[in-house]
């Protein structure tokens, strides 16, 4: 796997790979909100992307930069979250096939779902197997090629692109707040953040219950905790990446976190005034904003929703969390 540190350059070349294949997708404002905070805040909807989340973006650059060998071999990922779904549909679009090494007890639509789009599932007992290995047994056995959810320089350039769209379509931002979980959204977001609009403060924003991205930002070395528990499912990381970690540490103005409790009134007011399905991970950055977890007053404000995956039963246990 490559080490290499992706630059500016990166993410400016995968904009060129994206166009025509990745939404561009809206940003959105809530005059509401803006009032009540006495802020202009930029909604950037990745939630409405391809797949419904961000994860398109890094996944269809990655197999797009691979060799011809590499994409008549196939890949594979042991994610069945957002970016398993992700690198099955950006395969299916390059004509490469994908291969999702998932538990045996994977929710139906999730297999469902990576089937779908034409992607071959493994699938492999949680008790007795490791993921890791039933992949490392694939790459050696036929040459696939493993594409991770963050620890990837052509992941993290792809998902630049989001943060780069954003600043080209809004201009200056004093702040933009990223949802952290393995942190490579943050670092693309952080790369382009830098190059384009250096004076802008960029936060990571994770689960309370998960906070290793805010011990690690703070003691200067990567943390590890043990597995978190939080509605935030797709920041459920229990460390930072070796590549992810050393952008944010340079770059990164600070790590705050928000409660599941927080997540759940972020998803109410998307609902509600601003018609739109976020998932919980998706809340993160809108979080911190809607509850002025740092000084927001007087400012221009990019938020990422990172996407809008729910399963429909707990998203309407959410929507009602609190509401008699
Ligand atoms: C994966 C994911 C994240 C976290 O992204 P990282 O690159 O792992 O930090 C945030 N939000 C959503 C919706 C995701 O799917």
């Known amino acids: 796997m490559s080490r290499a540190l992706p630059r500016y350059q990166d993410i400016q070349e995968a ?16 005059q509401t909100l803006n009032g009540r905070l006495d802020a202009e805040v930029f ?43 992700a690198i099955a549909r950006a395969a299916q679009a390059l004509g490469v096939t994908a291969t999702i090494v998932m538990p045996l007890d994977a929710p139906k639509a999730k297999r469902n779902a990576a089937a779908s789009y034409g992607a071959r599932i493994i699938p492999y007992d949680r008790q007795t197997e490791d993921r890791e290995q039933v992949a490392r047994q694939l790459i050696e056995q036929e040459g696939l090629t493993l594409i991770p959810p963050f620890d990837h320089a052509d992941v993290i350039a792809g998902q630049g692109t989001a943060v780069m769209e954003l600043l080209e379509e809004v201009g200056g931002l004093d702040a933009l707040f990223v949802p952290l979980g393995g942190g490579g959204l943050l670092a693309g977001s952080l790369l382009a953040a830098h190059a384009v609009a250096p004076e802008c403060l960029v936060y990571g924003v994770e689960p309370s219950a998960g906070n290793d991205g805010q011990q690690s930002f703070n003691k200067g070395e990567v943390v590890r905790i043990p597995p978190p528990r939080s509605i935030a499912d797709g920041a459920l990381t229990q460390a930072l990446g070796e590549i992810t970690f050393p952008i944010i540490k340079r770059y990164a103005h600070d790590i705050l976190t928000v409660s599941d409790e927080k997540l759940i009134h972020a998803m109410q007011f998307f609902a509600e005034r601003m018609k739109l399905v976020v998932e919980p991970t998706g809340c993160l950055g809108a979080a911190a904003v809607l509850n ?6 007087g400012m221009r404000i990019g938020v990422i929703l990172s996407g809008g995956n729910v399963d429909l039963a707990s998203y309407a246990a959410c929507l009602s969390h609190g509401q008699q």
């Open 292 to 297: 002025e977890t740092v000084p927001v007053r």
């Open 43 to 85: 909604f950037k909807c990745e939630n409405l992307q391809k797949v419904g989340a961000f994860k398109f973006r890094g996944a269809y650059n990655a197999i797009a930069k691979l060799s011809p060998e590499e994409r008549a071999a196939g890949v594979v990922t042991f994610s069945s979250g957002n970016h398993g779904q």
């Open 15 to 30: 904009a060129e790979r994206l166009r025509g294949v990745v939404h561009r997708t809206p940003v959105l404002t809530s």
